[in-house]
């Protein structure tokens, strides 16, 4: 069974204190992976695809990499607007499998 | 305008009673999608469609019925309601089904409570 997950479970960081988020997943049948970001009471937002290993993508301050086994989304000098629910998502035929999500919590 | 947009947002009902959620998608996508999300916020695909073809169709009990009268909307039908069936539902739809059509653009979702 096509597996992903995520570590770790809840991250509470001080504003302006860098971390980083990761996200495993089965290798095998692996055809892209994708990050979300989820507010309470809302749908997934997409954030970045990913599709080969040493592929990065950045936006504000948000950076995606990709290994031959997992992901990482780092967070540069986060604000109180970044905490949500952080999804990611590995494609296998035509099934995105997410992963448990990591819970951010920015402290002002 | 809404990409994504289901109904209704929340459903309150008793056991046993027949529910539908709706979805409609004004992306011009071909490609549609329900997920359930369940009290640990784990998201579950229970279903898609492709130009009105099922594709996926994971385990689920056969009291849940999808329908795609057309590629713009899929609608999800529950017979029976049972307690575990509380949780909320995300109607989702993609570009295609080729590796690099995009992503998955979800709906607000509908948060159905069985009492």
């Known amino acids: 069974e096509d597996q992903v997950t995520q570590s770790p479970e809840a991250l509470r960081l001080q504003e302006g204190e860098s971390s980083s988020l990761n996200c495993s997943y089965t290798v095998s049948g692996l055809r892209g992976l994708f990050w979300y970001r989820q507010d309470p009471g809302k749908g997934p937002e997409f954030l970045f695809t990913?599709?080969?290993a040493g592929e990065e993508k950045e936006k504000e301050r948000l950076k995606a990499t990709l290994t031959k086994k997992e992901s990482f989304l780092h967070i540069t000098a986060p604000k109180p607007e970044d905490s949500a629910t952080y999804l990611c998502a590995g494609i296998y035929g035509q099934n995105f499998v997410f992963g448990p999500g990591t819970r951010l919590s920015v402290l002002p | 305008d809404t990409a994504v947009s289901q109904t209704p947002k929340y459903l309150v009902t008793q056991m046993g009673n027949d529910k539908s959620i709706k979805c409609e998608q004004n992306?011009?996508?071909?490609?549609m999608y329900w997920y359930k999300q369940d009290s640990k916020k784990f998201l579950k695909i229970m279903f898609s469609y492709n130009n009105k073809e099922l594709i996926i169709n994971e385990t689920v009990p056969n009291r849940f019925s999808p329908k795609s009268p057309d590629k713009a909307h899929l609608n999800l039908h529950i017979n029976s309601l049972e307690l575990g069936d509380s949780a909320v539902y995300f109607c989702a739809s993609r570009r295609g089904l080729a590796r690099n059509t995009g992503e998955l653009f979800f709906g607000e979702g509908s948060r159905l409570t069985v009492l």
């Open positions: 992306l011009g996508h071909d490609t």
């Open positions: 990913l599709y080969s």
